[in-house]
C-alpha cells in the first residue's frame, strides 16, 4: 500500500498533466453536434470514389443556398410595407379649418362680391370658398399624409404599399400618397389650375395657410409589416422534389455535378439527423470520445517524446490545451449558430501565438491536431482542413521570428492572399467556372486577416499570463542601452566586451544546432552582468593592480563565485524573464574556480582542499542554449590567454575545454547530443579563427620551420 502511496506521490505531477488533457477532450466532445458523421467523402466536381450510391430512404431534396437566397429575394422584392391610415386626424384638422376660417366679415364679402357672378353659385361666396377647402383638404387626407423619411427607408419609387383603413386592406402606390411638401404643392398647383383667371381666390387661399392644416395622418405599421413580411418569409419551401428509396443517386466515377450534388448533401443531412436520434445518441457519443481521446493522445504522446519539458510544466501544458480549446470553442459557437462563416475564425492565431514561444515545428503540429478535430464539425471537411493546413504553413514560413509589428501585417497578407488562392482553386474545381466563385467567401478571409492583427497583443497578455518569453522580449533586451547592459559597459568595460563575443559565439553555434539563437544571445549578454559588483576581481577588466594579490584563495574563489549570486539579484532588480536569469545561475554549472583551486591545492603540497569552497553553486545546463552557452564562454575566456593564434592552437584550446565539461558531467541534464556538441566546436573553431586574424600554416611554411 505504501509503495502504491508513493508511486502516486512521486507521479502527481504527471497524474495532474493526464487529467488536464483528458478534461480538455471531455469539453471537445461536450461541444460536438448530436448529429452522426456523413460515411461518404466527395467534392463538387470530382469524381465519385465509392460504390453506387442508392437511396436507403425516401428524402427530399433540400434547395441549394442560392436558390433559397434567390427565393428570399423575390419575397422581399414584392413584399409590400403596411401603414395605417388614423381617418381621426384628418377629420380634426379639417373641423379645425371651419373654425378658422377667416372670411366671415363683410369687408371681405364686398371685396370678393364682384367675383361671385361669375361662379353662378348659390351660396355665398365665402361659403364656396370653406366648402372648396373642406374637399380640397378632404381629398389629401382620403390618400394619406406620410412623413417621407418612413417612405423613402420602406419603399422604393415606383412600389406599392398597403394602407390599413379602419381594418381594411387596400394597395396603393407610392406615388399616390402625400408628404407634407408635395401636399403643399398639390394645394397650389390646384388653386392656380381651378382659378386661372382669377390670382385673388388664390391669395385668399394663400392668406388663410391652407397647408396649415395638412399634418401626417399615415405611419408605418412595424408589428403588422414585420409579422407578413417573417409569415411570407417563412412560407418559402426548402425543399424541391423527392427521392425515392431504392432510386440511384450516382454512380462510382461520376461526376459530382450540381443536381447530383444536391441530392447528396440532402441525403447527408437526413442521415445525420438520424443517427443524432435518440436511439443511435449513446454510439454517437462512444465515437465522439473515442476520437476527440485519439487526438489528445497523439498530442499528448508528441510532447512526451519531443518536447518532454512542457509536460513537466503545469504552466506550460496549460497554455496549449487553453489555446486548442479557445480554437474549438470558437468553432462550436459559430457552426451552432450560424450566423457567420466559419472562415472568420482566425484559426491560424494558434500557430502565430504558440510560435512566439516555442519552435515551429510544435506550433505547426498543434495547428494540425487542432484543425483536425473542428474538421469533424465544420462543414466541407476537406476543404476547411486543407485551406487551414496551407494557411497554417504560410504563417509558419512567414514568422520564422516576430521581432517587428510590421512582419505580423506583411504575415496576414501572406495569409489572406493564400486563402483566397486555394479557395478559388477549389472552386473552380467544383463549380467548373469562375464565374460561379461564391466572392461573399473573400469577406470573410479579409475579416480573418483583420482578426489575425490582435495575436501581436495577445501575445503580449499570454507572456504575462504565463510568464513566458517572446521574440519580441528578445529583442528588447538585446539592446545594449538597456539599463542594465549600460552599467555593465560602464563599471566592466572588459567584461562587456567578453559578452558580446560570446553572445556571437553562442548564437552562431546555436543557429547551427537549430536552437533558439536569439535567446541565447540575450543569455549570453546578460550572463556576466553581476559582475559590476567588483568589476576589479575578474581579469579582463584589470589594468595593472590585481585585488586578489594578498587575498586568500579561498577569499578570492568567493569573491569570483559571488559574481553569479548578484547577477541573479541585478536581473531581478530589472524584471529580467526567468529563461534569461537561467543562463545566470547555469553558464558555470558546478564547475571549480580552476586557478584558485589549484593554487591552494600546490601552496599546501599536494593536500585536497575542500572543494565546496572553490565550486560554483549551479545548476548544471539542463537546455540545450544554456549548454552552449557554458562553452561560448569558457572557450571565448580561455582564447585570451593563447600566446599564439594558428589553427592547431584554437583546435586543441576548443577540444581540452568543452571535453574537459563533458568529462565533468556538465551536460548530463540538457537536451544536447554529441554529434551537435561537435557541430558546436566546428563553430567555435571557424569563429576564433576568424576574430583572432589566424593563420592556415601551408606545406612550404611548415618545412621552412624544419629546415
Known amino acids: 500500500m505504501s509503495n502504491f502511496s508513493d508511486n502516486i506521490s512521486k507521479n502527481s505531477k504527471r497524474i495532474y498533466i493526464v487529467i488536464l488533457f483528458v478534461l480538455a477532450a471531455g469539453i471537445c466532445v461536450y461541444l460536438f453536434p448530436s448529429k452522426g458523421k456523413f460515411k461518404y467523402e466527395y467534392q463538387k466536381g470530382a469524381p465519385w470514389q465509392h460504390d453506387d450510391l442508392i437511396a436507403p430512404f425516401d428524402f427530399a431534396i433540400n434547395k441549394s443556398s442560392n436558390e433559397i437566397k434567390m427565393a428570399r429575394d423575390s419575397v422581399l422584392r414584392h413584399y409590400r410595407p403596411y401603414f395605417k391610415l388614423n381617418v381621426e386626424v384628418g377629420a380634426q384638422q379639417i373641423n379645425k379649418f371651419v373654425l378658422d376660417f377667416p372670411l366671415r366679415n363683410d369687408e371681405a364679402e364686398q371685396v370678393l362680391e364682384k367675383l361671385y357672378p361669375k361662379y353662378n353659385i348659390p351660396d355665398t361666396l365665402s361659403a364656396f370658398l370653406l366648402k372648396y377647402g373642406k374637399n380640397l383638404l378632404s381629398f389629401i387626407y382620403e390618400k394619406g399624409v406620410v412623413d417621407f423619411a418612413e417612405v423613402l427607408d420602406k419603399t422604393s419609387k415606383g412600389s406599392t404599399i398597403v394602407i390599413l383603413k379602419e381594418g381594411i386592406a387596400e394597395n396603393r402606390d407610392v406615388e399616390e400618397v402625400f408628404t407634407q411638401k408635395i401636399a403643399y404643392g398639390y394645394i397650389s398647383k ?41 409569415d411570407l418569409l417563412n412560407n418559402i419551401s426548402l425543399k424541391r422534389g423527392m427521392v425515392q428509396a431504392g432510386e440511384r443517386i450516382i454512380s462510382r466515377g461520376d ?23 435518440s436511439t443511435f445518441l449513446r ?29 513537466d510544466s503545469m504552466q506550460k501544458t496549460l497554455f496549449i490545451l487553453m489555446m ?16 457567420v462563416s466559419i472562415y472568420l475564425v482566425p484559426f491560424v492565431m494558434l500557430p502565430i501565438i504558440i510560435h512566439a514561444f516555442y519552435d515551429s515545428r510544435l506550433a505547426y503540429y498543434i495547428h494540425i491536431v487542432t484543425i483536425m478535430i473542428i474538421g469533424f464539425l465544420a462543414p466541407n471537411s476537406f476543404e476547411f482542413i486543407f485551406l487551414q493546413f496551407l494557411a497554417g504553413a504560410i504563417s ?9 509589428r510590421g512582419q505580423l501585417f506583411a504575415a496576414v497578407g501572406y495569409i489572406i492572399l493564400t486563402y483566397v488562392v486555394a479557395y478559388t482553386a477549389l472552386a473552380i474545381m467544383q463549380e467548373g467556372s469562375i464565374l460561379k466563385v461564391n466572392y461573399y467567401h473573400y469577406l470573410w478571409f479579409l475579416g480573418n486577416g483583420l482578426l489575425l492583427l490582435i495575436s501581436y497583443p495577445l501575445i503580449f497578455i499570454f507572456e504575462k499570463l504565463f510568464g513566458f518569453l517572446s521574440d519580441v522580449t528578445l529583442m528588447e533586451l538585446s539592446d545594449t542601452n538597456h ?61 595593472g593592480n590585481n585585488p586578489h594579490d594578498g587575498l586568500k584563495y579561498e577569499k578570492s574563489a568567493e569573491m569570483i563565485i559571488q559574481h553569479v549570486h548578484y547577477g541573479a539579484e541585478l536581473a531581478r532588480k530589472y524584471k529580467l524573464p526567468k529563461p534569461v536569469i537561467d543562463f545566470i545561475f547555469t553558464h558555470h554549472g558546478t564547475g571549480l574556480v580552476k586557478y584558485f583551486y589549484t593554487k591552494k591545492a600546490n601552496e599546501n603540497e599536494g593536500a585536497v582542499p575542500d572543494i565546496s569552497q572553490f565550486t560554483y553553486p549551479g545548476p548544471t545546463p539542463f537546455t540545450k542554449e544554456t549548454a552552449v552557452l557554458m562553452m561560448a564562454d569558457s572557450v571565448e575566456a580561455a582564447s585570451r590567454t593563447l600566446k599564439e593564434y594558428n589553427k592547431n ?20 541534464e540538457a537536451d544536447i547530443t554529441f554529434k551537435e556538441i561537435s557541430m558546436v566546436k566546428q563553430v567555435f573553431k571557424q569563429k576564433l579563427m576568424n576574430i583572432y586574424h589566424a593563420r592556415i600554416e601551408y606545406p612550404e611554411q611548415k618545412k621552412a620551420k624544419k629546415g
Do not use: C
Open 190 to 230: 390646384k388653386l392656380q389650375r381651378d382659378f386661372p383667371e382669377h390670382p385673388e381666390i388664390v391669395t385668399l387661399f394663400e392668406n388663410i395657410k391652407l397647408y396649415d392644416f395638412v399634418v401626417q395622418n399615415l405611419k408605418y405599421d412595424e408589428e403588422t409589416s414585420l409579422k407578413v413580411r417573417d
Open 255 to 277: 461526376l459530382v455535378l450540381d443536381e447530383n450534388f444536391r441530392m447528396i448533401e440532402s441525403l447527408k443531412r437526413e442521415y445525420q439527423n438520424i443517427l443524432g436520434s
Open 283 to 311: 454510439w454517437l457519443f462512444l465515437g465522439h470520445v473515442i476520437v476527440v481521446l485519439f487526438a489528445f493522445l497523439v498530442l499528448y504522446l508528441f510532447l512526451y517524446h519531443f518536447r518532454k519539458e512542457i509536460l
Open 324 to 339: 486548442v480549446l479557445l480554437m474549438f470553442i470558437s468553432a462550436s459557437l459559430v457552426v451552432r449558430f450560424n450566423q
Open 396 to 404: 509558419i514560413f512567414s514568422l520564422t521570428q516576430l521581432h517587428r
Open 483 to 543: 539599463p542594465a547592459l549600460r552599467e555593465l559597459a560602464e563599471k566592466a568595460p572588459g567584461t562587456f566586451h567578453h559578452v558580446i563575443q560570446v553572445s556571437n559565439l553562442a548564437e552562431a553555434a546555436t543557429r547551427k544546432i537549430g536552437g533558439n539563437a536569439l535567446l541565447i544571445r540575450v543569455g549570453a549578454m546578460y550572463h556576466d552582468i553581476g559582475k559590476t559588483g567588483a568589476p576589479g576581481f575578474f581579469v579582463e577588466n584589470q589594468s
Open 649 to 668: 592552437t584554437i583546435d586543441e584550446l576548443v577540444e581540452k575545454i568543452i571535453n574537459n565539461q563533458i568529462e565533468d558531467n556538465q551536460f548530463e
